[in-house]
């Protein structure tokens, strides 16, 4: 079993529409969950981080975590074109200098106009 | 948020020779950086995690002889690819820690070996 799992898509929403994109994990001892953007031929970019259990929410996007059901999803709200990308899943294990990030596969969500 | 910086951000090269890709933390000190490897349409792969002042941890299967690792200050580590070959022609992608557990990644290398 993977550690971080993700849909692998492609999603297609049209335009205005929510995404809903999401993510399991196998470590329960995991504390730290982060969404990851990128674009084709770009490196990724930080969007979302999120620790407790339950909803956070930045602008157009909405982070949900569920800690019992090691599940952690990203809404997107009022799709743009510019959100068509790679949503990449990441989950901080281990600690001190042996921490590092475990990423899923990524989900490439496309907005259509 | 913090930011990673990355150069070359494009180098071209002839087999058997040597790449340097250089990463900088530019207003934090990073203890700890990690170097990332992409192929097109692949997920990220971790190859090492550098720490400031002693010697990088490789991921299983990444020649550690190939790919040297020097993270000799709190804002700078170096990833040098030895002998590079056409088969080590990728996005190369370096990260580094902010705080506690938030990464950012730099902008990414794209080298390419003739």
């Known amino acids: 079993q993977k550690e971080v799992e993700q849909n692998s898509g492609p999603l297609s929403v049209p335009e205005g529409a929510i995404a809903s994109l999401n993510c399991t994990y196998s470590d329960r001892g995991s504390q730290s969950f982060f969404w990851y953007r990128q674009y084709s031929g770009k490196s990724p970019e930080l969007i979302m981080s999120i620790y407790s259990n339950g909803d956070k929410e930045d602008g157009r996007f909405t982070a949900q975590l569920n800690k019992a059901s090691q599940y952690v999803s990203l809404l997107i709200r009022d799709s743009q074109p510019s959100d068509s990308a790679t949503y990449l899943c990441a989950v901080n294990i281990g600690s001190g200098s042996a921490r590092q990030l475990t990423f899923g596969s990524g989900t490439q969500l496309t907005v259509l106009p | 948020g913090a930011v990673v910086s990355q150069h070359p951000s494009r180098v071209i090269c002839k087999s058997g020779t040597s790449v340097k890709i250089e990463c900088r933390s530019l207003?934090?000190?990073?203890?700890?950086m990690f170097w990332y490897r992409q192929f097109p349409k692949q997920s990220l792969m971790l190859m090492a995690t550098s720490n400031e002042g002693s010697k990088a941890t490789y991921e299983q299967g990444v020649e550690k002889d190939k790919f040297l690792i020097n993270h000799a200050s709190l804002t700078l580590s170096t990833l040098t690819v030895t002998s590079a070959h056409p088969e080590d022609s990728s996005f190369y992608i370096c990260?580094?820690?902010?705080?506690?557990?938030?990464?950012?990644f730099g902008p990414g290398t794209r080298l390419t070996v003739l």
């Open positions: 207003d934090f000190q990073a203890t700890t």
């Open positions: 990260s580094a820690f902010y705080g506690t557990d938030t990464q950012y």
